[in-house]
């Protein structure tokens, strides 16, 4: 089934992406708030909360789909382990 949107696999694509950077920011920012780095845990927050905003708005344009959703839990997934390796 076709969205408004796109196709469940580009939605799936640009949910994945998304999650990818949000979660690295989010891996870093608790990093940073663990070491006392006040203004990394700002910047990384406030880019972490735009990006979810933006996820979100796409999200409620979607139909429900498993493959947007796997695309949204693998980049979670590969977001957590690269913020692991970068920070």
């Given at each position: 089934?076709t969205?408004k949107?796109?196709s469940?696999?580009?939605?799936a694509a640009?949910?994945?992406?998304?999650q990818?950077v949000?979660y690295?920011?989010?891996?870093?920012?608790f990093?940073?708030?663990?070491?006392?780095?006040?203004?990394?845990?700002?910047m990384?927050?406030?880019?972490?909360?735009?990006?979810?905003y933006?996820?979100?708005?796409r999200?409620?344009q979607?139909?429900?789909?498993?493959?947007?959703?796997?695309g949204?839990l693998?980049?979670?997934?590969?977001?957590?382990?690269a913020?692991?390796?970068?920070s």
């Open positions: 089934m969205s949107i796109g469940p696999l580009r939605t640009v949910l994945c992406a998304s990818l949000s690295t920011l989010l891996t870093v920012n990093r940073a708030i663990a070491s006392g780095q006040i203004a990394v845990a700002l990384t927050d406030a880019a972490n909360a735009t990006i979810v933006f996820v979100i708005k999200i409620a979607e139909p429900a789909s498993v493959v947007p959703w796997l949204y693998l980049g979670s997934l590969l977001g957590t382990a913020g692991m390796l970068i």
